[in-house]
């Protein structure tokens, strides 16, 4: 009788093994925060999202941890965004991870330099802070999730339904809140270049103290404190992940501000309405 019961149990573990697999959350790996947002409004519970950038660091210059290199392996897609360290990176993913499969969520998009406006060797990689941009690259994470684990398909398609639905409300709030901004006051001063795409989404002007990575010279940062007194500007913008040295030596040479705003956010709508609300502000004061 013993004997039967652990063959009854040994039969039922054999079963539901395969039912357990395919239950499980597809393991995947993203670049950044904002990435974690998008594919998990799209995958739900079906998806188990990694971040490879943590809060507080520069994707321009990150180095991942030996444990998430570790916690890598078990990974089926990485969601590459097109940030630099990927550059460095993404090739010693795929050694850890071979049979990791890399989604490059720019595929589609025309990335441009911010100093010129145009495609270039060094495109700005903000491409997360513009909705229309957003929306493709959703598009591209569904396509991905559906190949990948094609039994929670239609879950997807809800959840970038939903999804498109929170990039459509974001569109249209920052675009109500900044339509009244003076049309001779659009322009904003940023110690890095992340607002480029949001700007331009939304008819205003950034204005980067840094360019290309590099701090500005005696030269550039006379330059910058002339155009800041033209523009009547009473606020320059840092990033969290940035020093913030240069922009208050800006700042009290023209008696401005120096105010926070974060291009990374996990919680993207919020962290969007917050920049928004922020430059709003900021254009205001500029006006008065």
């Given at each position: 009788?013993?004997?039967?019961?652990?063959?009854?149990?040994?039969?039922c573990a054999l079963l539901l093994a395969p039912l357990a697999a395919w239950a499980a959350p597809l393991d995947v790996a993203?670049?950044?925060?904002?990435?974690?947002?998008?594919?998990?409004?799209?995958?739900?519970?079906?998806?188990?999202?990694?971040?490879?950038?943590?809060?507080?660091?520069?994707?321009?210059?990150?180095?991942?941890?030996?444990?998430?290199?570790?916690?890598?392996?078990?990974?089926?897609?990485?969601?590459?965004?097109?940030?630099?360290?990927?550059?460095?990176?993404?090739?010693?993913?795929?050694?850890?991870?071979?049979?990791?499969?890399?989604?490059?969520?720019?595929?589609?998009?025309?990335?441009?330099?911010?100093?010129?406006?145009?495609?270039?060797?060094?495109?700005?990689?903000?491409?997360?802070?513009?909705?229309?941009?957003?929306?493709?690259?959703?598009?591209?994470?569904?396509?991905?999730?559906?190949?990948?684990?094609?039994?929670?398909?239609?879950?997807?398609?809800?959840?970038?339904?939903?999804?498109?639905?929170?990039?459509?409300?974001?569109?249209?709030?920052?675009?109500?809140?900044?339509?009244?901004?003076?049309?001779?006051?659009?322009?904003?001063?940023?110690?890095?270049?992340?607002?480029?795409?949001?700007?331009?989404?939304?008819?205003?002007e950034e204005i980067p103290i840094q360019i290309e990575g590099k701090s500005p010279s005696p030269k550039e940062l006379a330059r910058l404190i002339q155009m800041?007194?033209?523009?009547?500007?009473?606020?320059?913008?840092?990033?969290?992940?940035?020093?913030?040295?240069?922009?208050?030596?800006?700042?009290?040479?023209?008696?401005?501000?120096?105010?926070?705003?974060?291009?990374?956010?996990?919680?993207?709508?919020?962290?969007?309405?917050?920049?928004?609300?922020?430059?709003?502000?900021?254009?205001?004061?500029?006006?008065?």
């Amino acid at each position: 009788m013993q004997r039967l019961f652990h063959r009854v149990i040994w039969l039922c573990a054999l079963l539901l093994a395969p039912l357990a697999a395919w239950a499980a959350p597809l393991d995947v790996a993203v670049s950044i925060l904002p990435q974690k947002f998008f594919v998990q409004t799209i995958g739900g519970a079906d998806v188990r999202v990694q971040v490879m950038v943590r809060p507080g660091f520069d994707p321009a210059t990150y180095d991942p941890t030996p444990r998430q290199l570790a916690e890598l392996t078990q990974a089926r897609l990485y969601f590459a965004i097109g940030v630099p360290f990927e550059s460095s990176w993404l090739g010693r993913f795929q050694a850890v991870n071979p049979k990791m499969k890399i989604v490059y969520t720019q595929r589609g998009i025309q990335r441009l330099a911010a100093a010129t406006g145009r495609p270039g060797p060094h495109p700005n990689p903000h491409i997360w802070l513009s909705p229309p941009l957003v929306r493709i690259q959703a598009a591209n994470i569904l396509r991905a999730l559906v190949a990948a684990d094609p039994a929670h398909a239609a879950t997807f398609r809800r959840g970038y339904a939903r999804l498109i639905d929170i990039i459509d409300a974001i569109d249209t709030k920052i675009g109500h809140k900044l339509l009244n901004v003076d049309l001779a006051n659009r322009r904003f001063m940023v110690f890095h270049p992340a607002f480029y795409y949001f700007a331009r989404c939304y008819d205003l002007e950034e204005i980067p103290i840094q360019i290309e990575g590099k701090s500005p010279s005696p030269k550039e940062l006379a330059r910058l404190i002339q155009m800041a007194r033209r523009d009547h500007i009473r606020v320059i913008f840092v990033e969290p992940q940035f020093s913030q040295r240069a922009a208050r030596t800006l700042a009290a040479q023209i008696g401005a501000q120096v105010r926070i705003i974060n291009p990374l956010p996990e919680n993207w709508p919020a962290g969007m309405e917050a920049i928004a609300a922020a430059l709003s502000e900021a254009l205001a004061s500029t006006s008065s």
